[in-house]
């Protein structure tokens, strides 16, 4: 039976304080890393060739890591490509972001990192590299934990497979065994419309 996700409010929240309208830079790296990885260069190309002209001029460059970039940019490049692979790819893109920040842009954190002390600094490690939203660790215990992560600005998939995948993908690293992360979507209205539940369970 699974258990009703619990979700207190956070103090102070607002409409205007759920959206995401930025992202740091490897946040949005996986994308163009896959279409290199398939088509090459020329792959990548046809595809900043599809979308607006502001969002080509993103990402038709390198970009830093702790570069900010636009949320709708990032999401209509995400869209344009997911539109070309099946919906799993998101929940792959997730735990692909996972290894690139915890093995390569944040590596030392290997050295320190259990399943707690990662969940206990997710809030932390989402608001250093996204500005809005608001996620919060509502519980935590011996191989079970709730987050709650109140944002809008994304599409469906980003909520249910990516950051899905994102979390299994940082547990196992951080030791975690069978991680499985369930995901309650966003329902209701007012700010209930952008309360998305995360029931994370594991094996030490």
């Known amino acids: 039976m699974q258990e009703t996700l619990t ?40 595809l900043l ?47 692909e972001s996972a290894r690139e920040l915890i093995t390569v842009v944040n590596r030392w954190m290997l050295r320190l990192m259990s399943p707690s002390l990662f969940l206990q600094n997710t ?18 215990e011996p191989g079970h934990a709730q987050l709650t992560l109140w944002a809008d600005a994304f ?8 950051l899905t995948g994102w979390l299994e993908g940082a547990l196992t690293l951080s030791g975690a065994k069978a991680a499985e992360v369930r995901h309650e979507a966003a329902r209701g209205e007012g700010l209930e419309a952008f309360r998305h539940g995360y029931e994370i369970r594991w094996k030490a």
């Not at 080509?56 to 636009?70: C, D, K, N, Q, V």
């Not at 209509?76 to 929940?91: C, F, H, I, K, P």
């Not at 809030?123 to 935590?140: A, I």
């Not at 599409?155 to 990516?162: K, Q, T, V």
Request: aromatic share 12%; glycine share 8%.
């Open 49 to 95: 060739a599809s979308v607006s002209e502001p969002c080509r001029a993103t990402f038709s460059r390198p970009i830093g890591l702790f570069e900010w970039i636009p949320a709708e940019h990032s999401k209509e490049l995400s869209l344009a490509y997911m539109a070309t692979v099946d919906e799993e790819y998101t929940r792959r893109r997730g735990k």
């Open 155 to 162: 599409y469906p998939a980003w909520f249910e497979l990516g």
């Open 123 to 140: 809030p932390k490690m989402f608001h250093f590299y996204y500005r809005g939203g608001v996620l919060t660790l509502d519980r935590l």
């Open 7 to 46: 979700h207190p409010v956070p103090a102070g929240l607002t409409r205007e304080s759920v959206v995401i309208t930025e992202l740091r830079g490897p946040m949005t790296r996986q994308v163009r890393e896959a279409v290199l990885r398939q088509g090459g260069e020329k792959a990548w190309a046809a």
